[in-house]
C-alpha cells in the first residue's frame, strides 16, 4: 500500500506524522519504506540519516532513472523502517521535472518496479509545502491521501485548493487515488480554539477524520533532534501513544479493509 502525506501549508505536522507512523507501523509488525521527496530532507534527518551526502537519493530516482533499490538506506533504530533519502540537489528536480516525459508518473513507475522485487507493506512518501511537481509525482504514486490537518486558525485555508489537486488527479492521471484520511494534529486540549478547529474539521469531513488526534507534545518535536522517531525516543509520552493508536486505526480502515476486500474476491 503506498500511503502519501501531504498538504500545501508548511509546518502542519507532515514530516512528524509520517516519521512516526512509520516507527509505530513497524512496531506493529509491517514493513515499512519512507520516501522523502522533501528538498528540506527533514524525514531523511529525522530517521538519523544524513541528508547531506553524495550517495543517491530521489532525485536519482526522479531524474537520472537510478533505480528505488540503489537508493534505499537503512534507518538506525528500525529494522522494518528503510528510506529513501532526500539529497540537497531535490530543491532542483521540481524545476528539472518540467521538461521530462512522463513527469508526474516518475515515481510511481519507479516505485512499482521497487515493489515487484522488495515486498513491503506500507510506502510512506512525505511531501513539500507544495503542490508542484514532487506533490503532483506523490499524489500519482500514491493509493491513499494522509492529510494532517493543524489544529490552529486558518487550519482549513487552502484545502480546497488541496482537494481540487486530488481531484484533479484522480480524473487525469491517477482514479485509484483516494482521500482515506485526516489527521488533526498538534491539538491543544487547554485552548478552546484548538476543540472549535477539531470541530469544525469534523464537521466537515466527517468520517474521514481519524479518532485518534496527535496532541502537542514537547518530546514529539524532541526527536528530530536526535535522529529518531517520537515513537522510539519516547516510548510512553503522549505523542508517541497517539501515533501508534493513530497507525492502529490507520491500518485497520486500509490495510485490514483491503485484504478482506481481496479475500472477498478470492472466495
Ligand atoms: P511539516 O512537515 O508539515 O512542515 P513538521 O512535521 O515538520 O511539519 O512539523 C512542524 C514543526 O512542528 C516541527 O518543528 C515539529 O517538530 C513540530 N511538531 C509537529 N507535530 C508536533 C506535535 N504533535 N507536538 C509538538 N510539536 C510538533
Ligand atoms: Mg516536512
Known amino acids: 500500500m503506498i500511503v ?4 500545501q501549508k508548511g509546518g502542519v505536522g507532515k514530516t512528524t506524522t509520517v516519521v512516526n507512523l512509520a516507527a509505530a507501523l513497524a512496531d506493529l509488525g509491517k514493513s515499512v519504506l519512507v520516501v522523502d521527496l522533501d528538498p528540506q530532507g527533514n524525514a531523511t534527518t ?3 540519516v544524513s541528508s547531506r551526502t553524495d550517495n543517491p537519493g530521489v532525485y536519482d530516482v526522479l531524474i537520472e532513472d537510478v533505480p528505488v533499490a540503489d537508493t534505499v538506506v537503512s534507518v538506525p533504530e528500525s529494522e522494518t523502517v528503510r528510506l529513501v533519502p532526500a539529497s540537497l540537489d531535490l530543491a532542483g528536480a521540481e524545476i528539472e521535472l518540467v521538461s521530462m516525459v512522463a ?17 513491503t507493506d506500507v510506502v510512506l512518501i512525505d511531501c513539500p509545502p507544495s503542490l508542484g ?7 500519482v504514486a500514491a493509493e491513499e491521501l494522509l492529510i494532517p490537518i493543524q489544529c490552529e486558525y486558518y487550519a482549513l485555508e487552502g484545502l480546497g485548493q488541496l482537494i481540487r489537486t486530488v481531484d484533479m488527479v484522480r480524473e487525469h492521471l491517477n482514479p485509484s487515488l483516494r482521500i482515506s484520511s485526516i489527521l488533526l494534529t498538534m491539538t491543544d486540549s487547554r485552548t478552546n480554539l484548538s476543540e472549535q478547529v477539531a470541530d469544525e474539521v469534523r464537521a466537515f469531513f466527517g468520517d474521514l477524520v481519524l479518532d485518534t488526534a496527535i496532541p502537542r507534545s514537547v518530546r514529539l518535536s524532541e526527536a528530530p533532534g536526535h535522529g529518531r522517531s517520537g515513537v522510539a525516543y519516547d516510548q510512553n509520552s503522549r505523542g508517541a501513544l497517539a501515533y501508534r493508536s493513530a497507525a492502529e486505526e ?9 485484504e478482506s476486500a481481496s479475500e472477498a474476491v478470492q472466495s
Open 4 to 7: 502519501t502525506v501531504a498538504n
Open 46 to 48: 529525522g530517521l538519523g
Open 103 to 119: 513527469r508526474e508518473y516518475r515515481l510511481r513507475k519507479a516505485l512499482a518496479t521497487y515493489l515487484e522485487d522488495h515486498p
Open 133 to 139: 511537481l514532487l506533490t503532483l509525482n506523490a499524489l
Open 250 to 258: 490507520f491500518t485497520h480502515r486500509t490495510i485490514d479493509l483491503r
